[in-house]
């Protein structure tokens, strides 16, 4: 094996244990209390459902996340991802976000901790239906993309 098939290996090994210290009661419940004939948005605040997609190894897995308005310019995101089809990751996220013509441009950052790869920082774009975020940490990277679940926007 070369060092780079390695290096997966390793950082996959340690995203499992990050998976297996992860607690999804809090988002689950969250998630399932969250009234699902809430009235349209008229910002990102809500239930989005998606997947994520790693652009080093092609890894993917369904994602969910509610955002909240946390005040002007400040949401926080907090992610529910799965990981090899079977392990759950849950963490939240800050985000600050600037609207420009009906588009919400989302940057931030959180530590996940070293066994998930640190720092991960986003970037990216929602709308009233569509969220689109670039992740990047240390040895990832890749997209998230969401659709709004609280939406009857066309």
Not at 38 to 61: C, F, K, L, T, Y
Request: aromatic share 14%; with cysteine; glycine share 8%.
């Amino acid at each position: 094996m070369n060092s780079t098939h390695h290096k997966y290996l390793f950082h996959g090994f340690f995203h499992v244990l990050a998976a297996l210290f992860s607690n999804s009661s809090d988002f689950r419940r969250a998630w399932n209390n969250y009234p699902e004939s809430a009235p349209p948005p008229e910002d990102i605040q809500g239930r989005w459902q998606g997947e994520w997609i790693s652009d080093v190894n092609g890894h993917h897995g369904q994602l969910k996340a509610i955002t909240t308005k946390v005040n002007s310019g400040k949401y926080k995101a907090s992610f529910h991802a799965t990981y090899s089809k079977v392990l759950r990751v849950c963490y939240s996220v800050n985000l600050n976000v600037r609207e420009e013509d009906g588009r919400f441009q989302l940057e931030g950052e959180a530590d996940l901790g070293q066994l998930a790869g640190g720092i991960y920082r986003y970037d990216g774009e929602a709308t009233l239906t569509e969220f689109n975020c670039e992740y990047r940490c240390e040895y990832d990277h890749g997209t998230f993309r969401m659709t709004h679940l609280n939406s009857n926007h066309p």
